[in-house]
């Protein structure tokens, strides 16, 4: 029998969401043990956060997918929270419960308020892509809305803050890439953007002009740059930082700090 010869597949893109980037600018040894020797896997720890905020985009997304307010009921709502939950990360089981009630309740809150009059969920947790030519831009957004007058918003659930400004949200990186991913998925619409606070219903929209959005585009290619430059043989110091006592890889850091000095 004959072996085909394997065929030399292309050496795939980079893949580049707003958690990758932020990672990067936070900390380049943080995106390099994740996503380049990828040892994060050994050092994660669930996080009960984490766990929070997955189970109530993935119940508002059923509650969308399912008609919302118009065919659902606030029962059926704080159901999908109970049925899509994720019970890992918590110290207790007090605690889960305490975690659970509170998600109910932000629901309740969320189902009560009005929605606009003639507004379209066009989609929820959807993943917008773009070709960049070198890298592959992604993002995931939570749902996107279509007003009477054809404006897009983007609308991005926060489950843990309590408040919200539009500075904020025109200097959010993830919401800047989401609008840019959004804008040119639908270049013709108008596209605005939302933080919806989960905890308290606080909301800040902003629309970026267009010359904001390209100067996003640039500063993306340009972390990009940085960041395709990077192989397993890059060097960078575990220098102390501000975010170093809620890092996974913190004893890591430690260790080689120590073994440096
Ligand atoms: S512990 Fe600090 S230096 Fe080490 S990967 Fe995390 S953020 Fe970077």
Partial sequence: MLIKPRRESNPRKLVLSPTKIAT??????????????KIGRFYYKPKA??????????????????GAGETQTVEQLADH?????VAIGYESVAEE???LTEGVKMLEEYYSAPPVP?????????????DMGEFVLLGRIDRLDQH???????IDYKSGREDVTEDEVRHDLAMSIYQLLTKSQYPNDRVTASILCLRTGVKATVEMT????????????AVAGEILAISEDT???????????????EKLCIKIRAQNS
């Fill in 24 to 37: 990067y600018l936070a900390c380049p040894l943080m995106y390099k043990y994740m996503y380049i020797t």
């Fill in 49 to 66: 956060g984490h766990s929070f905020g997955a189970s109530m985009h993935r119940a508002l997304q059923t509650f969308h997918e399912h």
């Fill in 81 to 85: 929270l109970r049925e899509t939950w």
């Fill in 97 to 99: 419960q305490e975690s």
């Fill in 118 to 130: 003639g507004t379209v969920t066009i989609f929820t947790e959807r993943q917008l892509r773009q």
């Fill in 148 to 154: 009477t007058d054809g404006t897009l918003e983007i």
């Fill in 210 to 221: 267009a010359e904001e959005l390209a100067a996003v585009e640039n500063d993306v290619r």
């Fill in 235 to 249: 060097e960078f110091e575990p220098t102390e930082k501000d975010i170093c006592p809620i890092c996974d890889f």
